[in-house]
């Protein structure tokens, strides 16, 4: 049962708060939640996007998840008692066509499958009916949408992402919402989702000196709202973990020692022919050894959005 939504962040003017955020510029190296998500789910899944930097070719679901995401940020630039389910529905199809032209690798997204264009815009819209289902878009104005945000951690490390979206109530309290379209078992997805949620609250209570009030992920899929409300004691243990993760990362690449840990996630991973766990045998690993996560690394895997 979702539960229901709060009303304090459900109308009110737009609040920009982009000339808040911190700007980092650092030679330090950089970890995003989805980075330090796979080390902690498969150190050697890590090694192969992070180190070897192995191409993903992207599947239907990772790019399902990447266009609805695309559409839900520009619903928000129609004029609220517009954002309708057919206005949403009218934005999928010139959403796809301008990931098509600015993504070369998705024209062969349906070789192989039996999966059509239509099929997968169609599915694309149910989604999206499943937002409709937990939010009405016309009652709040985001203060920002695909924010990027960053922020340095003991002068060790700098940790960033994007964030869905932004919402902030008149009394100044945040709220972080990621939206989900699935692709993974939901007792391993939920703990990455609210892993990375974490990160993003970690990052704007550094940056803005606010704990958000709620991190929020919306399940479209299954039309359900998952809250959780930090605070800072909670916050600054994490901040803790992720140093220690990072340290672990470093030892890992000094090393060259990554290790697969299987799970029920394998069946999900690009790069099981060349897992040790499957029989595969990794490639050599990089002389010289990179950093293990370079500054201008992305945040995302190739193949797409993590949904």
Request: glycine content about 6%; proline content about 10%; charged content about 25%.
């Amino acid at each position: 049962m979702a539960p229901a939504l709060r009303r304090e962040f459900l109308s009110y003017p737009s609040l920009n708060l982009l000339g808040m955020t911190v700007p980092v510029t650092t030679t330090l190296p950089t970890l995003s939640p989805s980075r330090a998500a796979d080390f902690k789910t498969c150190p050697l899944l890590y090694r192969f996007r992070s180190i070897d930097r192995l191409p993903e070719r992207p599947t239907p679901d990772q790019a399902r998840g990447t266009l609805v995401h695309a559409v839900l940020e520009a619903l928000f630039d129609t004029p609220a008692g517009e954002r309708t389910p057919q206005r949403a529905a009218d934005l999928v199809e010139p959403q796809w066509q301008r990931l098509l032209a600015e993504q070369a690798d998705l024209a062969t997204l349906f070789e192989g499958t039996p999966l059509t264009t239509e099929e997968f815009l169609a599915t694309g819209r149910d989604l999206l009916g499943g937002y409709f289902a937990v939010e009405d878009p016309n009652r709040l104005e985001p203060a920002e949408r695909e924010a990027y945000v960053q922020a340095e951690v003991e002068g060790k490390l700098v940790i960033r992402g994007y964030i869905d979206r932004l919402d902030v109530s008149p009394a100044g309290d945040l709220r972080v919402v990621d939206y989900k379209t699935g692709g993974a078992p939901r007792e391993a997805f939920e703990a990455r989702a609210m892993f990375q949620l974490k990160f993003y609250a970690l990052v704007l209570w550094r940056t803005r000196g606010v704990v958000p009030r709620v991190l929020r992920l919306m399940y479209l899929k299954d039309q359900e709202v998952c809250d959780f409300s930090p605070d800072a004691e909670e916050l600054e243990r994490f901040e803790r973990t992720l140093l220690a993760l990072w340290q672990a990362i470093e030892r890992a690449t000094a090393a060259r020692d990554f290790r697969p840990q299987p799970s029920r996630l394998c069946g999900w991973c690009a790069h099981q022919a060349l897992c040790p766990s499957y029989g595969g045998t990794p490639p050599p690993f990089p002389e010289p050894a990179p950093p293990a996560l370079p500054p201008d690394a992305g945040d995302e895997p190739a193949a797409g959005r993590d949904e």
